[in-house]
Structure formats: C-alpha cells, structure tokens
C-alpha cells in the first residue's frame, strides 16, 4: 500500500523519534521510494515445516522430547547452529545453569552493522518434557532461524546491526533469556535497540495476536497484517509468559507474535479467523501430541513472513 506523503512522513519520523529507526530526518521527510526499508522476501513455510520435522526427529531419537537438561535440547542446538555457521553468522553458544543441569543459549550475530543499534529477535528453544514442542516452540525456533537465513541469503546490509537468539530453559522460567540479559554488561545492554520474541506462532486453531509492548514494533506488525487483511488483537494470555519479559524488565522495547496456547477461542475470534470456537487456540500445548500435525501452515506461513519483515523494516 503506498501511504499519501503527509502520512508517510508522520510514520517514518515517529518512528526515528523512536529510535526504531536509522533512518536520517532528511531521507524520512522525502516521499521517494529509495526512502523506504527494502521489502523483505517472502519466508518459504516449506523451509520452515523442514525444519519443524528435523526439530521432530530430534526429539524422536531422544525419548520423545527437546527439554532442558536432556539430550534432545543439546541436539536441537547443534542443529541449529550448524545451519547458522553455513551461512556465515558468528554464532555463539552460552552455558548455564538450572534446577543442576547445564542449559545453552545459542546467539547469532550478522556480521556488520551498527553495533551501537542492536536489534534482536529470538525464540526459545527448549520443549516441555511431556513431548517433541512443535509448535511450542519449534515453531518460532524454526521461523527465526529461516528468517536469519534469509538474510544470509539477500547479503543484507542493515544499518543496524542484528542478533538472533534460542533460549534455553524457558519452560523453567524464563531461566536462559534472563541469564543472557543479566550477564550482559550495562554497556552492552544499552546497545540493544529492540528485542522481538516468538513463542508459539503456528497453534492448529490459530488467533493473531501482537504484543502491545514497544509502540514502533507493535505498529510494524498490524501493518504487516492489516495488508494482508488478517485482524489482529492484542496478546493476553498470561503477559510477561515469554522471554520477552526478561529484555522488558531490563528496559529494552520489545515486541512479538502468538497464535495462542490452552486459551479457548471465542465465537468472535472463530468467526473472524475461521477457527473453531470453543476450542483451544492449541489443544496439544504442553503435551504429547505437539508434534508436526499441530501445526497451522498458514499461521506459520504468515507469521513467518512478519518475521521477516519486522526484521527487515526495524534495521533499515
Ligand atoms: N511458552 C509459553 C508458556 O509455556 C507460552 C505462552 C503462554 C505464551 N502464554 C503466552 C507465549 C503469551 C507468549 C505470550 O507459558
Ligand atoms: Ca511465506
Ligand atoms: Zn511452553
């Protein structure tokens, strides 16, 4: 959609009064094209199921899930971060500890950018130990991790500079994503511009839910949706459930997706989205049968791409 110039001159300087945006005054107050983020590709939920069913075998070969403290976590990991080091990020895996055993956060820094701007976008990693964590969440472990690889594959040249996250531990509390965020020197955490979470985004009977967080991030999402013409609603069940809050609580703007967890669905909510209502939004959450059949691909599909762009339009 192209936005009249009064308009479009109002969104990008609210956004640099932000500070979500690099984008110099002179060029935001122009209505060329050139003045625009590049659009970001279109994500191929093929390559994200791909990688859902690795995520599947893993926990398959590993008796039956990805959790902290057991093997199929370090597996997944090491899945992971094989695909990062191909496509030339400095990835990083960071040790911990919870409940007495060793927990891994993976980081993955896109060489360039700047290092003063941070923008961050991450997922955790590690499943409950009732089953394999498809959705719960290799689904946003799988969408970050495709999204990074597009911008491995585009060249980006961002001006800021981007790092990408699996936690370890989530199930435990949050426990890796505020490990990482408390070892971070004051410096370093005043570098982060912004963190943007996934955590269950492609749920079988799927709600479209946004953060309300960071004001500029929540904007980029309804956007994003509102052109694909996908209502949105605010995400409420249980704020402050994800690792987000771990970066929120530090003062760093956050923002995320969420297809929704053992919530059920109202009427509304089915009549809008073409769900089933007086169903769970995801009714294997937490439990044996959150396998790759628990999946929504056009949920996936979608959020996926709004990955993408967010990524695309907050590091331009
Ligand atoms: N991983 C979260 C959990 O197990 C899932 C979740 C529940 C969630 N409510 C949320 C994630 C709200 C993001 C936002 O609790
Ligand atoms: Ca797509
Ligand atoms: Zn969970």
């Known amino acids: 959609m192209k936005l009249s110039a009064p308009i479009r001159t109002l969104t990008a300087a609210a956004l640099v009064t932000s500070g979500l945006l690099a984008m110099p005054a002179a060029t935001a107050a122009t209505t060329s094209e050139e003045s625009a983020a590049a659009a970001a590709p279109d994500i191929p939920v093929a390559d994200v ?54 927990g891994y956060n993976l980081v993955a820094d896109w060489p360039g950018g700047d290092e003063g701007q941070t923008l961050m976008a991450g997922a955790h990693l590690d499943s409950v130990e009732s089953g394999p964590g498809i959705n719960d969440n290799g689904s946003g472990s799988a969408a970050v991790l495709e999204t990074a690889l597009a911008v491995s594959r585009e060249q980006l040249k961002p001006a800021k500079h981007l790092r990408f996250a699996w936690w370890g531990a989530e199930e435990q509390g949050l426990v890796g994503s505020r490990n990482y965020v408390n070892s971070l020197p004051d410096a370093d955490r005043s570098k982060i511009s912004g963190y943007l979470n996934f955590d269950m985004i492609g749920s079988p009977n799927p709600g479209y839910f946004v953060y309300d967080d960071d004001p500029a991030i929540e904007k980029v999402f309804k956007d994003y949706f509102a052109g694909l013409d996908v209502p949105t609603e605010i995400e409420t069940e249980g704020d402050g459930r994800s690792d987000h809050a771990s970066f929120l609580d530090a003062g760093i703007p956050v923002g995320g997706l969420f297809t929704g967890a053992g919530n059920t669905m109202s009427s509304e909510q089915a009549q809008k989205w073409g769900g089933k209502a007086g169903e769970s939004f995801d009714a294997c959450y937490h439990s044996d049968c959150d396998t790759t059949e628990n999946i929504n691909d056009t949920a996936l599909d979608r959020n996926s791409d709004a990955v993408a762009h967010a990524i695309w339009q907050l590091s331009s």
């Open 49 to 102: 199921k791909a990688h859902l069913g690795e995520l599947q075998k893993i926990a398959e070969a590993n008796g039956g899930n990805r959790a902290h403290g057991q093997p199929g976590y370090k597996a997944s990991i090491d899945y992971i971060k094989g695909k990062l080091d191909a496509a030339g990020f400095t990835t990083t895996v960071k040790e911990f500890n919870s409940g007495g055993a060793t």
